[in-house]
Structures are given as C-alpha cells and as structure tokens.
C-alpha cells in the first residue's frame, strides 16, 4: 500500500481548468495509475481533498505506487510525496489511540416496492451525520473516545469528535446530468479494538462514494 499527497496548483487557473468537478479528480487519481490501465488491471483508490496551512493537496491511498509524473499534472511542481503504509500498518496495536481525519458521505438507504436495492438519500444535519458515524465505529474496528468539546455557547456537547467542514460538491453525470454530493469532515479521537477489522477500514475506506473522494480515514498516533 502507498499513501501519496501533492499540493493542487490553486493559483494556476490554467492548470487546473479541467478540475471542475469530482468526476475530474477521480480521472486524476486514475489517470495516475498507467499501468493498471495498460494491463487492464484497475484497483479501488481512496482519495480525498484536504486544506493545510491555507494550501489544498489531494491524497492517494493504492494498492499500487502512482506514477509521480501523472500525480503531478494539476499539482505544483515538486510537492508530490510518495510512502510506503505497509510499516505504518504492521504497527498498529490494539488498545491503541489515535488522532483520525475523516472525509466521508453520511447516508443511508430505504428499501422501495418491487426493488432489490434501496434508494439512497445522505443524512442533512449534524446530529445525523454525527450518528452515522457513531453507528459504524464498532463495525470499523474502533471506539471513539470521549473528548471534552465545547459548542458555541461554551457547553460540552456530548460528542466524542467534531465535524470541521461540510459541503455539497458538483459531481457531472452522463447526459448532463448534475448532482451534488453530501460531503462531511471528521476530526477525533479513536481507540483500536480489533486491529484487523481497523486496518481493514484504512485500506479499504468508510461509506458510500469512493470513487469521488470519500471514505478515506487517515491516523496518527496519540502522544
């Protein structure tokens, strides 16, 4: 497993005219994989947007190492960074805690007449999209530790995490269509419970819409 970051080149509108949507950057991330295209071999690659210090990057988790020349075509020149997550993988312990960021599509789906699958619709308040993600915890492997986190009038909220950003980006269908997606940041505390079933989790990513930029959990150990 690889887990690669390069910095989106913002201030060059020229560059990055393409990136108009999220079916643009998942053409991105899987334009960065020639091989797998060549050999008509094509592996599921978690992504998702991130701000730093007032700089966007995309980040890449693969099976298979991109190509750092592809990685590059809408990043700025020199920032792509290339690691190896197996050792950060084989590291991890259970009872272990961790800092998480999460981007992620809260949603869930209603059975309809005369269907095998449901329709799907996304969770629209915070309260819900924060229970979404207290309901799939255990299953993911992990618990959520209790933090003391204080709403805008100054009280403890009761949640062990918080939500840091939430939109609703443009994703082009066939035939014109638009859509909007429901899009959720998490930001916590975790603790290790089944080290399998976790590490499962970070490869293989958290709800719906992978391929646009979802579902992607990323750790750092506690100190």
């Not at 298979?64 to 312990?93: C, H, M, W």
């Not at 009872?95 to 799907?120: C, D, W």
Request: hydrophobic content about 35%; charged content about 30%.
């Amino acid at each position: 497993m690889y887990l690669s970051r390069v910095e989106i080149a913002t201030k060059n509108r020229q560059k990055i005219k393409d990136l108009t949507h999220l079916g643009a950057y998942h053409n991105w991330v899987e334009q960065s994989f020639p091989d797998e295209i060549n050999l008509g071999e094509r592996k599921r690659h978690l992504w998702r947007l991130d701000q730093l210090a007032g700089k966007n990057y995309l980040l890449v988790l693969s099976e298979n190492q991109p190509d750092e020349g592809q990685l590059e075509k809408y990043g700025v020149s020199g920032t792509v960074k290339i690691k190896s997550y197996n050792r950060f993988l084989d590291a991890i312990k259970i009872g272990e805690i961790m800092r998480f960021r999460l981007t992620a599509n809260p949603s869930y789906s209603v059975l309809q007449p005369g269907k095998k699958r449901g329709r799907v619709y996304p969770h629209i308040t915070v309260k819900q999209q924060r229970q979404w993600l207290n309901e799939r915890s255990e299953k993911a492997g992990f618990k959520l530790i209790r933090q003391r986190l204080l709403n805008s009038e100054g009280d403890d909220d009761g949640f062990a995490f918080d939500i840091v950003c939430r939109d609703h980006p443009v994703l082009y269908r066939e035939k014109g269509h638009v859509m909007r997606l429901s899009r959720v940041t998490f930001e916590g505390l975790l603790q290790v419970r089944d080290v399998t079933v976790f590490k499962e989790t970070l490869i293989k990513g958290l709800g719906r819409e992978k391929a646009f930029g979802m579902g992607l959990m990323t750790v750092i150990t506690e100190v």
